[in-house]
C-alpha cells in the first residue's frame, strides 16, 4: 500500500524550533518530488514548500522563506521540514504529499496525488 | 506569485443537483491545474490534475475543464458524501498556489 506518514508535531513556544518527518512506503521514494503543504485552524491549503527527487531542487512560499528548510534521505525513503523562528500563524496540520508528474507533449506536469494524514503544530506560549 | 481565485465561496446544494466552481488564475498556467476535496479531519484527496484528467478512483460525477486562466470543476449529480470543500491549485510556476475553497454543503 502507498502510504505517507508524518511525525514530530507539538507544542512550541513562539521562536522556538521544531523538525517535522514524512515517512514514505509501497513506492519508489527516490522517483519523485515531494511536498510539505499546510492548513491552519479554519483556513484554506497553504503550499508550504517542495523538494526534487534527488534533493538538488527545493522551493518555498514566500511565508516561509528564510525560516523552514526541506531536506529528504532517500536512502530512509524520508522527508523533513524543519521549521525555525515559528511564529503563532504556522499554527497548522501540516500534511506531507507525494508529486507525480504527467506529460503532454513535450510538457510536463506536476499532482499532489498521495498524501499523510498530517501532524499538528501549534505555537503558542 | 500566480493568485487563485474561486467561486462562489460557498454553496448549498440538494441531492442530484449540478454544482460548478470556478477557479480564476491571476495568469496564463496553461493546463496545469488540479482540484483536491478536502474533508474535516482527513486528508487533502486529489480528484483532477491537468485541468481535466480524473484521477483513478474518483467517481465520473466529477469532471474538470478550462485552460489558460479560467478552469472549472462539476459535480454532475451531488451526493450526500460530496459535502466538502474543494480547492483548485495550480502548478504552472513556483510557488504552487490553492484557490480559498469552495464549501459544498448538501440540502
Known amino acids: 500500500e502507498v502510504q505517507l506518514v508524518e511525525s514530530g508535531g507539538g507544542l512550541v513556544q513562539p521562536g522556538g524550533s521544531l523538525t517535522l518527518s514524512c515517512v514514505g512506503s509501497?513506492?519508489?521514494?527516490?522517483?519523485?518530488?515531494m511536498s510539505w503543504v499546510r492548513q491552519a485552524p479554519g483556513k484554506g491549503l497553504e503550499w508550504v514548500a517542495n523538494?526534487?527527487?534527488?534533493?538538488?531542487?527545493?522551493y518555498y512560499a514566500d511565508s516561509v522563506k528564510g525560516r523552514f528548510t526541506i531536506s529528504r534521505d532517500n536512502a530512509r525513503n524520508s522527508l523533513y521540514l524543519e521549521m525555525n523562528s515559528l511564529r503563532a500563524e504556522d499554527t497548522a496540520i501540516y500534511y506531507c504529499?507525494?508529486?507525480?508528474?504527467?506529460?503532454?507533449?513535450?510538457?510536463?506536469?506536476?499532482?499532489?496525488?498521495?498524501w499523510g494524514k498530517g501532524t499538528a503544530v501549534t505555537v503558542s506560549s | 506569485d500566480i493568485q487563485m481565485t474561486q467561486s462562489p465561496s460557498s454553496v448549498s446544494a440538494s441531492v442530484g443537483d449540478r454544482v460548478t466552481i470556478t477557479c480564476r488564475a491571476s495568469?496564463?498556467?496553461?493546463?496545469?491545474l488540479a482540484w483536491y476535496q478536502k474533508k474535516p479531519g482527513r486528508a487533502p484527496r486529489l480528484l483532477v490534475f491537468?485541468?481535466?484528467s480524473l484521477q483513478t478512483g474518483v467517481p465520473s460525477r466529477f469532471s474538470g475543464s478550462g485552460s489558460g486562466t479560467d478552469f472549472t470543476l462539476t459535480i454532475g449529480g451531488l451526493l450526500p458524501e460530496d459535502s466538502a470543500t474543494y480547492y483548485c491549485?495550480?502548478?504552472?510556476?513556483?510557488?504552487?498556489?490553492f484557490g480559498q475553497g469552495t464549501k459544498v454543503e448538501i440540502k
Open positions: 504529499a507525494r508529486e507525480s508528474a504527467g506529460n503532454w507533449g513535450p510538457d510536463y506536469y506536476y499532482f499532489m496525488d498521495v
Open positions: 509501497g513506492f519508489s521514494f527516490s522517483s519523485f518530488w
Open positions: 523538494m526534487k527527487k534527488d534533493g538538488s531542487e527545493e
Open positions: 495568469q496564463h498556467i496553461s493546463r496545469w
Open positions: 491537468a485541468s481535466s
Open positions: 491549485q495550480q502548478a504552472n510556476n513556483f510557488p504552487w498556489t
